[in-house]
């Protein structure tokens, strides 16, 4: 008998070495595996059903920066602690105040001093893509490291057989990355589902596959928490 699990880039529920997380490549741009999830030996099967099964995704990619005192006045004016950032901001769930946010747009750690920066106290203009790191948290020199939310290009679900074949994709068109960022994903009745379904046993596996001009990060060394982003998949497990 078949019973509702969710899965996650944790591995939990089917465990750590059946969970494998990879990054993308960006230059070009192709679609990649960025995490597989492999039916264990403890379970008979493990289903997917698109409509029926929600997808929580918070995905993020890393940009850096290093604080320059261009008057050396040994003060950093706002202009010094402005980061230009390469990716697309957007509100989350249409909320612009990050303190408001279910995940903050934009998470940032002071690399030379060890510290997170407090995401409500960063500005954040999403017209520009800028961000305006705190005086009180950045001294001129310092190293920043910036976790912005990944908004650019699709993913699609995907397979492959116990012999490592690639069995195609579940849905022939891509779903943009931006809307998991639209919607307030943990509120019933605003899960965000993707087309498709998948059965797969033994040593086979489902992938969610990438192509997008940014890398997403699964985890850094410098970054406060556990993973940088974050996935959760609703799952019918067979025992």
């Known amino acids: 008998m078949a019973e509702e699990y969710t899965v996650s880039h944790t ?10 997380l990879e990054t993308n490549q960006t230059s070009p741009a192709r679609r990649d595996p ?11 099967k493990l289903e997917y059903v698109g409509d029926r099964h929600p997808i929580r995704f918070e995905p993020r990619t890393m940009e850096s920066a290093t604080m320059a005192d261009d008057d ?12 230009s950032l390469e990716a697309n901001l957007q509100p989350i769930a249409g909320e612009t105040e990050i303190a408001d946010q279910t995940y903050p747009v934009v998470e940032a750690v002071n690399v030379t001093q060890g510290a997170e920066i ?15 790191i705190p005086e009180a948290d950045v001294a001129a020199g310092d190293d920043v490291k910036l976790y912005p939310i990944l908004t650019k290009g699709t993913v699609k679900w995907g397979g492959k057989n116990a012999l490592n074949q690639d069995q195609g994709t579940l849905y022939p068109w891509g779903f ?22 998948a059965t797969w046993g033994h040593n086979e596996e489902l992938e969610l596959r990438l192509e997008s001009e940014e890398q997403i990060v ?22």
């Open 11 to 20: 591995g939990s529920v089917l465990g750590d070495e059946y969970v494998t």
């Open 34 to 44: 960025i995490i597989s999830f492999e039916c264990p030996d403890k379970f008979e």
């Open 72 to 83: 050396t006045s040994g003060a950093l004016e706002e202009a010094e602690r402005t980061v």
């Open 118 to 132: 407090a995401p409500e106290d960063l500005t954040v203009d999403y017209h520009t893509n800028e961000v305006v």
């Open 176 to 197: 943009p990355v931006f809307r998991f960022h639209d919607m307030e994903q943990i509120r019933a009745g605003r899960e965000i589902t993707m087309q498709g379904r």
């Open 218 to 239: 699964w985890e850094d060394a410098d970054y406060p928490g556990a993973y940088v982003s974050e996935i959760e998949v609703d799952l019918s497990i067979t025992l």
